[in-house]
């Protein structure tokens, strides 16, 4: 494996976070009966209920796909135990898709383990790379579960949903930077 492929690899690292927000925001745009007052984000992907669930659920297998492609790659090398819990997130987000919400309680699970598993990716990032960013990450996806739990907001369970993945896309998408520049200038 060459410095070339190497360093495309990392682009995996941004576009994986960057495939899911877009369709998230295609199939949000799209709906116009979402709310983020009382929707949960895998609404968008009930295949009787929402006419987007095939973009929404797509955008997140793409994802899934991606973000384990590039764990097993390149980031494996610069965060290996962290790269286990990114390929662990990724399939959850897989299985998220594919388990859609008509499947029920097993939607419930995956989904569960799909946002477990990003927390627990926060927390070894921080430990292995000592990420603030990873800290920042999982103390607002933290929060924000929290907070939707306390019900002190009249928000749908979109909003911790968005937080919590949006913030751990972050680290995740500025390792792949790192990796990408550091590529470039060795």
Same mark, same amino acid.
């Given at each position: 494996?060459?410095?070339?492929?190497?360093?495309?690899?990392?682009?995996?690292?941004?576009?994986?976070?960057? !495939?899911?927000? *877009? %369709?998230?925001?295609? +199939?949000?745009?799209? /709906?116009?009966?979402?709310?983020?007052?009382?929707? &949960? =984000?895998?609404?968008?992907?009930?295949?009787?209920?929402?006419?987007?669930?095939?973009?929404?659920?797509?955008?997140?297998?793409?994802?899934?796909?991606?973000?384990?492609?590039? !764990?097993?790659? *390149? %980031?494996?090398?610069? +965060?290996?135990?962290? /790269?286990?819990?990114?390929?662990?997130?990724?399939? &959850? =987000?897989?299985?998220?898709?594919?388990?859609?919400?008509?499947?029920?309680?097993?939607?419930?699970?995956?989904?569960?383990?799909?946002?477990?598993?990003?927390?627990?990716?926060?927390?070894?990032?921080?430990?292995?790379?000592?990420?603030?960013?990873?800290?920042?990450?999982?103390?607002?996806?933290?929060?924000?579960?929290?907070?939707?739990?306390?019900?002190?907001?009249?928000?749908?369970?979109?909003?911790?949903?968005?937080?919590?993945?949006?913030?751990?896309?972050?680290?995740?998408?500025?390792?792949?930077?790192?990796?990408?520049?550091?590529?470039?200038?060795?």
């Amino acid at each position: 494996m060459g410095d070339l492929s190497e360093r495309n690899y990392a682009l995996f690292g941004i576009l994986g976070p960057l !495939s899911a927000v *877009i %369709f998230i925001i295609m +199939a949000i745009v799209l /709906s116009p009966w979402f709310s983020w007052e009382t929707n &949960a =984000l895998s609404d968008l992907g009930h295949p009787v209920q929402s006419d987007v669930a095939s973009l929404f659920n797509f955008g997140l297998l793409l994802c899934g796909f991606l973000t384990i492609f590039y !764990s097993i790659t *390149i %980031f494996r090398n610069y +965060a290996k135990y962290t /790269s286990y819990f990114l390929v662990f997130v990724g399939l &959850a =987000l897989q299985l998220v898709a594919t388990f859609d919400e008509i499947y029920g309680d097993l939607h419930f699970l995956v989904s569960v383990l799909f946002f477990m598993g990003l927390g627990f990716a926060s927390i070894s990032y921080f430990i292995e790379k000592k990420s603030v960013l990873a800290v920042v990450a999982f103390v607002f996806g933290s929060v924000s579960w929290m907070l939707y739990g306390l019900e002190l907001f009249e928000i749908g369970i979109a909003v911790p949903e968005a937080i919590s993945a949006f913030a751990v896309a972050s680290w995740i998408m500025l390792s792949a930077l790192r990796l990408y520049s550091n590529k470039l200038t060795t």
